[in-house]
């Protein structure tokens, strides 16, 4: 990432599109559209030859899931592709979308936000199609690209406004978590050399950085309070609190809490830091963690985050994952 909100790089424009709940289809097309396939497996689609979009955006579920259904504010994870009505060509998606686990092994990059506020891939109106669905859902969302992505389109495309846009959408999961969550406990006096860390209920955590002590140049991670909730894999989709200081002068850069509060990002696939990635995998649900990250696992090499220099310091509580 190249922004100092850690969650950045995962933002769209907001959600405007309303779409009918799960088994109620919206919408009318003139697209002639074939989507084989099952739930979890790459989609193929194919649109017959002259098919063209309708005036509205229409919204299919092709197979519906009987997991969580899908809530304004919900954190959801997706999987997705899109394709061209013009020339019934790929377009891409998170199936095309390789990245890698801390140890190395390939894992796709899916879409995770929550509903009604900012994601990063899937674009707004086809985001909030998802919304009255459930964990488990496959939907098919069929529109212009004014319709699905807006007037500013990547020329290297070679699409106009009006020109069509199928997109097959699964639901992978949902979750809904308090924004205002936090974990609670009995914190854990820090290791020698880590930071103090003194957490406020429902404000940034105030992070003191130890006098005269160098800034480490590996990661260094400590559990502070253990949770007791489920262990967090690679590729799912992890929800947190966060408050980041710099550890050179000890000031706070960013805190989900000045924001909406709790956050959403796919972990262990390269969507964030190489610290968060390798220091959060494998904790749990409900567990408080001080991870101290170095430039090299930071964003060394990302001048425009301002941040490329610096060791960071972060406390992370881990409320939820989907």
């Given at each position: 990432?190249?922004?100092?909100r850690?969650?950045?790089?995962?933002?769209?424009?907001?959600?405007?599109?309303?779409?009918?709940?799960?088994?109620?289809?919206?919408?009318?097309?003139?697209?002639?559209?074939?989507?084989?396939?099952?739930?979890?497996?790459?989609?193929?689609?194919?649109?017959?030859?002259?098919?063209?979009?309708?005036?509205?955006?229409?919204?299919?579920?092709?197979?519906?899931?009987?997991?969580?259904?899908?809530?304004?504010?919900?954190?959801?994870?997706?999987?997705?592709?899109?394709?061209?009505?013009?020339d019934?060509?790929?377009?891409?998606?998170?199936?095309?979308?390789?990245?890698?686990?801390?140890?190395?092994?390939?894992?796709?990059r899916?879409?995770?936000?929550?509903?009604?506020?900012?994601?990063?891939?899937?674009?707004?109106?086809?985001?909030?199609?998802?919304?009255?669905?459930?964990?488990?859902?496959r939907?098919?969302?069929?529109?212009?690209?004014k319709?699905?992505?807006?007037?500013?389109?990547n020329?290297?495309?070679?699409?106009?406004?009006?020109?069509?846009?199928?997109?097959?959408?699964?639901?992978?999961?949902?979750?809904?978590?308090?924004?205002?969550?936090?974990?609670?406990?009995?914190?854990?006096?820090?290791?020698?050399?880590?930071?103090?860390?003194?957490?406020?209920?429902?404000?940034?955590?105030?992070?003191?950085?130890?006098?005269?002590?160098?800034?480490?140049?590996?990661?260094?991670?400590?559990?502070?309070?253990?949770?007791?909730?489920?262990?967090?894999?690679a590729?799912e989709?992890?929800?947190?609190?966060?408050?980041?200081v710099?550890?050179?002068?000890?000031?706070?850069?960013?805190?989900?809490?000045?924001?909406?509060?709790a956050?959403?990002?796919?972990?262990?696939?390269?969507s964030?830091?190489?610290?968060?990635?390798?220091?959060?995998?494998?904790?749990?649900v409900?567990d408080?963690?001080?991870?101290?990250?170095?430039?090299?696992?930071?964003?060394?090499?990302?001048?425009?985050?301002?941040?490329?220099?610096?060791?960071?310091?972060?406390?992370?509580?881990?409320?939820?994952?989907?």
């Amino acid at each position: 990432m190249n922004t100092r909100r850690l969650a950045a790089a995962l933002a769209v424009p907001v959600l405007l599109f309303s779409a009918a709940a799960c088994g109620d289809d919206k919408g009318s097309s003139e697209a002639e559209v074939s989507v084989k396939g099952d739930f979890g497996q790459k989609p193929e689609i194919s649109v017959e030859k002259g098919s063209k979009p309708g005036d509205e955006l229409t919204v299919k579920t092709l197979s519906e899931g009987k997991g969580d259904k899908v809530e304004k504010g919900s954190f959801v994870r997706l999987d997705f592709a899109v394709q061209s009505m013009k020339d019934d060509k790929p377009l891409g998606g998170s199936w095309s979308s390789q990245g890698q686990t801390p140890g190395g092994k390939d894992v796709r990059r899916q879409d995770v936000f929550a509903a009604g506020q900012p994601g990063q891939q899937v674009p707004a109106k086809v985001a909030d199609a998802v919304i009255g669905q459930r964990a488990g859902s496959r939907v098919e969302v069929v529109g212009t690209v004014k319709e699905t992505i807006g007037e500013q389109v990547n020329p290297q495309l070679g699409l106009e406004p009006e020109d069509g846009l199928v997109w097959v959408v699964d639901v992978v999961g949902a979750q809904k978590v308090d924004l205002r969550s936090e974990v609670k406990g009995d914190q854990a006096k820090p290791d020698e050399g880590m930071p103090e860390v003194k957490v406020l209920s429902q404000k940034a955590a105030e992070i003191t950085i130890p006098k005269d002590t160098k800034a480490p140049s590996e990661l260094k991670e400590q559990v502070l309070i253990k949770g007791t909730g489920p262990e967090v894999k690679a590729g799912e989709g992890l929800i947190a609190q966060y408050t980041g200081v710099k550890w050179e002068d000890g000031k706070k850069f960013d805190s989900s809490w000045d924001h909406s509060g709790a956050t959403s990002f796919q972990i262990g696939t390269g969507s964030v830091v190489q610290g968060w990635d390798k220091g959060l995998v494998g904790k749990h649900v409900g567990d408080r963690v001080e991870l101290v990250i170095p430039p090299k696992l930071g964003y060394e090499g990302q001048a425009g985050s301002g941040l490329d220099k610096n060791t960071l310091v972060f406390v992370v509580d881990i409320v939820g994952k989907v």
